[in-house]
């Protein structure tokens, strides 16, 4: 019969485990080099889906980092599921702090993807709450715009092992370094290589466009570079909708993700027989990526209006859209292709970051 361990037992476990591996990995013969081990040390991050530096935490004033294990596909996750939109789902959220498992109500911040909720105390003492963030925390969880929790916020959380091995070996071979930022050239560079080893040919003019426009969105604040953590979010997603069907990754929607959907879905106008336009299902797809007030102060390209600004860009491609806006604006949508064709957006829209890790096209 098996045994139930609480989460600050299994935790335990884990790290007693793994210091027991260190002493034995120590008594097998020396140490290797300081760059392999950096280097190893930065690989096994990216596997695992952690960005904090082992040396960054200071252990006598930190929680252990709880054990994360990647998700598995399951036998039906191919197969449609049942999300209707007359049937609400009322979501509640946990009463106890995911981390130290005690029930304060007043100071406890719920996840706007999930129903975890924590302390700020508890997510400062982890590492998970750097300085500056603190004050977004508490005025944004509460709020219509909300905060996404550690697990929620990293989308390359969503992979399974196999998915993050293939991430992992396309980066090796296309000389990209881990927890390192991206310049537009070595960000097109290693979209050229990808598109190569994909389709054995160049990355055409069209595609390349894209790409910059891309590189644009994950870089709101115009500084020249992407931050790791937003590259490899946006890898993690494309990789995603490129393995996996449409229905797997509606899966993957929380039942706050569904509801919201809901409530967007019900908010467009909509002909007799409920499905809205074409147009319409294309600002949703902008619309998620809302993650400030309308009224907050805003950079050059802000999140609210990356849609409008990117398409009357002197780069963008919405001159050639507009010859085949007549004809998609006619097209009809219903709740099922609403929701699959949005799906990829919602999840790309969950990390905390500013960036746009999946631009819609215009």
Known sequence: MGVLLSRRQTVEQVQKHAVQEV?????????????????????????????????????ANRFTPPAFVRPTRELGDDEPPDISLERREQVTNDEMCEICEVWTAESLFPCRVCTRVYHDGCLRRMGYLPQGSATELTETAHTETGWSCYYCDNLNLLLTEEEMYSLMETFRQCHIIPDTCLTLDGFLAYKHLVHKRQFERPMGEAQEERATLQFGALDPDKRGHVEWADFLSHESIQLLQKLRPQNSLLHLLTAKERERARVAFL???????????????????????????????????????????????????????????????????????FLGENVAYILAARPNSPAVHLKPQA
């Open 23 to 59: 002493t034995e990995d120590e008594a097998a013969g020396p140490s290797p080099r300081p760059e392999a081990s950096a280097s190893r040390a930065a690989w096994e991050r990216l596997r695992d889906g952690r960005g904090v530096e082992p040396e960054e935490f200071d252990r």
């Open 267 to 337: 908010a467009l106008p909509r002909d007799p027989d409920g499905r809205v336009s074409q147009a319409e299902c294309r600002r949703a797809q902008l619309a998620w990526f809302r993650k400030h007030p309308p009224d907050a102060p805003s950079c050059n390209v802000s999140i609210s209006h990356v849609g409008p600004m990117s398409e009357s860009s002197p780069s963008s491609t919405s001159s050639k859209s507009q010859d085949k806006a007549p004809e998609q604006e006619d097209r009809l949508v219903d709740w099922p292709t």
